[in-house]
Each structure stands twice: as C-alpha cells, then as structure tokens.
C-alpha cells in the first residue's frame, strides 16, 4: 500500500542501465506488452527479481492511458539458477571424472574430464550403462560397489577402467547415492581419479626396496 500512488522509480534497483529501460518503455508507449525479468528494490533496500508483464490499457479513442503490470517473485528461482551455474561451472573445471547415473546404472551426466579420462566425448557416453568403461572381470565388483553404496549411501574403491581403445588405467573411485526431496534413491554421483602415476610411484618404491634388501 505504501507504493500506491507514487512514482515506481522508488523500486528501481541500479542493476538494469537506461538503455534497458528505455526499452521497456518504448515497448509499452508503443502499444504492446513487455516481457521479461526486472529486479527491483524492496523497502529495505534488498534486491528481489520479478518475472514481469506490463500491458497498456486503451480509453474509448484508442489512446493509452495507463499501463497494468502482472509480477511473480521469481528469487528464489533465479538464486537456485545461479546456484546451480555455479556448481556447473566447478564441476566442468576440475580435473576429476564426475559421473551421475540413474537406478539402472545408466549414465545421465559426465563432465569433460571423465570423458577425455576414457577416451570418449561426453554425448557418446550418456545414455549407455556405466559398465561400458569397466573390463568384463570387473563387473561383479562394480555390482558389489553399487549394492554397497545403496545400503550405505557411499562407496570408496580403487577399480581398473577400460579406455574407448581397449587401454586400461587405475581409478579411485568415490561414489555417493542421490536421493530426491522424499529420501528416495534416484541415482549415484561419482568421482573418477586417475592414479596411473600413484601405482607407479609405488611400483618403483617395492622396486628400490628390493634392492636395497638384495645388497
């Protein structure tokens, strides 16, 4: 009630420059209706983002008098928006492997690392079942792992992978179940690392010791 009456300009925030505005009323001074998202002011001087809609309104002569606008608060949409930007972002910046598969071990989402890890592009990997990238000895541990993390909710292992060549390298592997707002399984997220230089790094210790205990 406080803003009846007075001039909108007590809502504007500083976050659109004049060209946007502008815009908005060469838009509705025109005759037609505007679209779009407006972050305003509130009275304390909080930001809140609008999806806004301002239609003009026509007297009997056709002239327009005055303009009604239909708002939605759509904060909290636009912070989960930039949330999950944001965790997009992370994930496609590190550098190990992440993997999301649905109830059947179908894999729904890979990041670029877990791709180039194994020798595919991502696209080739979504929709397949995640075994494709284990050898055929390794699938009853990977059932175990999976079984394991749907009773515990994680699972840590270190597992032999399969390249798209054929190749195969060591991985630690950290897979956590997801679950939906009820607690309800719907997947696994996991992260991949290569540890090809760590075994090797051991390999060469054994090999140092077993000299040194053959002198």
Same mark, same amino acid.
């Given at each position: 009630?406080?803003?009846?009456?007075?001039?909108?300009?007590?809502?504007?925030?500083?976050?659109?420059?004049?060209?946007?505005?502008?815009?908005?009323?060469?838009?509705?001074?025109?005759?037609?209706?505007?679209?779009?998202?407006?972050?305003?002011?509130?009275?304390?001087?909080?930001?809140?983002?609008?999806? &806004?809609?301002?239609?003009? /309104?026509?007297?009997?002569?056709?002239?327009?008098?005055?303009?009604?606008?239909?708002?939605?608060?759509?904060?909290?949409?636009?912070?989960?928006?930039?949330?999950?930007?944001?965790?997009?972002?992370?994930?496609?910046?590190?550098?190990?492997?992440?993997?999301?598969?649905?109830?059947?071990?179908?894999?729904?989402?890979?990041?670029?690392?877990?791709?180039?890890?194994?020798?595919?592009?991502?696209?080739?990997?979504?929709?397949?079942?995640?075994?494709? /990238?284990?050898?055929?000895?390794?699938?009853?541990? /990977?059932?175990?792992?999976?079984?394991?993390?749907?009773? &515990?909710? /994680?699972? &840590?292992?270190?597992?032999?992978?399969?390249?798209?060549?054929?190749?195969?390298?060591?991985?630690?592997?950290?897979?956590?179940?997801?679950?939906?707002?009820?607690?309800?399984?719907?997947?696994?997220?996991?992260?991949?690392?290569?540890?090809?230089?760590?075994?090797?790094?051991?390999?060469?210790?054994?090999?140092?010791?077993?000299?040194?205990?053959?002198?």
């Amino acid at each position: 009630d406080e803003a009846v009456g007075r001039n909108m300009n007590i809502l504007k925030s500083s976050q659109h420059d004049q060209t946007f505005y502008k815009q908005l009323w060469d838009t509705i001074n025109s005759g037609k209706v505007w679209h779009g998202e407006l972050t305003n002011k509130r009275k304390d001087a909080t930001l809140y983002t609008e999806q &806004t809609s301002i239609t003009p /309104v026509r007297d009997e002569r056709d002239n327009i008098r005055h303009f009604v606008a239909i708002k939605q608060d759509i904060s909290e949409r636009v912070e989960t928006q930039r949330q999950m930007r944001l965790l997009s972002s992370i994930v496609e910046q590190t550098t190990e492997g992440i993997s999301v598969v649905d109830n059947d071990g179908v894999v729904i989402f890979v990041n670029s690392a877990y791709a180039q890890m194994h020798g595919y592009l991502p696209e080739q990997l979504l929709g397949r079942h995640v075994s494709m /990238v284990y050898a055929d000895e390794q699938i009853p541990l /990977v059932a175990a792992a999976i079984r394991q993390t749907f009773d &515990t909710g /994680v699972c &840590t292992g270190e597992f032999e992978r399969m390249r798209a060549d054929g190749s195969r390298f060591p991985a630690m592997i950290h897979g956590s179940l997801l679950s939906d707002e009820h607690g309800n399984p719907v997947g696994m997220i996991g992260a991949v690392r290569d540890i090809t230089d760590v075994k090797a790094a051991e390999q060469l210790e054994v090999e140092r010791e077993s000299l040194e205990n053959a002198v």
